[in-house]
């Protein structure tokens, strides 16, 4: 079940959803319109390897905005800070951003009851287009959770994502164990 605006406001007041900053306009029927971050970043390397650390360089967006570039993976990400201590949280892009040829995530649209940050959206764009920070970028649906949670994920000692931050957040693919 997919929470609506009533629902997503009754538990950010129980606490169980945290949107800082909290913009009441930005809440629709039955999601939450979040933006784009200050900050972008780009892998240093040409070719990444899943099983190191690859090395990101990070970069704020200028006022005139910055012009991404068809591929190339940019990391981004979300001026909202967010928690989710008993939905699951799944962030989409906003149509007139897809309208644009702008992907937001490749993979990683869906976060874990306990996720506790920012997120990092994973940009990719068909033609060069300009961006800006600030900009709606996508928006967050919330989903009910049937049966008891174990293991919340901001509780999890080998959670890969849990230090706050507001700037993206390389992939820690290699800190598995495969």
């Known amino acids: 079940m997919i929470l609506t605006d009533q629902q997503i406001l009754a538990e950010i007041e129980r606490g169980n959803i945290v949107i800082e900053p909290f913009d009441p306009a930005c809440l629709g029927t039955n999601s939450y319109d979040v933006h784009l971050g200050r900050y972008l970043a780009t892998y240093r390397d040409a070719v990444l390897d899943a099983r190191r650390h690859n090395e990101i360089d990070v970069f704020e967006i200028p ?3 910055f012009v ?3 591929n190339t993976l940019y990391l981004g990400v979300t001026e909202e800070y967010t928690e989710s201590h008993a939905q699951v949280p799944f962030l989409e892009g906003k149509s007139s951003v897809g309208r644009l040829g702008i992907d937001i995530h490749a993979t990683a ?4 009851v306990g996720f506790c940050n920012t997120w990092t959206l994973e940009i990719s764009v068909t033609q060069a287009v300009r961006i800006y920070s600030g900009m709606p970028i996508g928006q ?3 989903f009910a959770v049937q049966g008891d949670v174990n293991m919340f994920y901001n509780r999890k000692a080998n959670a890969k994502y849990n230090e706050r931050t507001d ?3 390389e992939s820690m693919m290699w800190k ?3």
């Open 167 to 169: 700037k993206p957040v």
């Open 176 to 178: 598995n164990n495969w």
């Open 109 to 112: 649209g869906k976060g874990d």
């Open 68 to 70: 991404l570039q068809p």
């Open 63 to 65: 006022a005139e905005g």
């Open 140 to 142: 967050l649906i919330y």
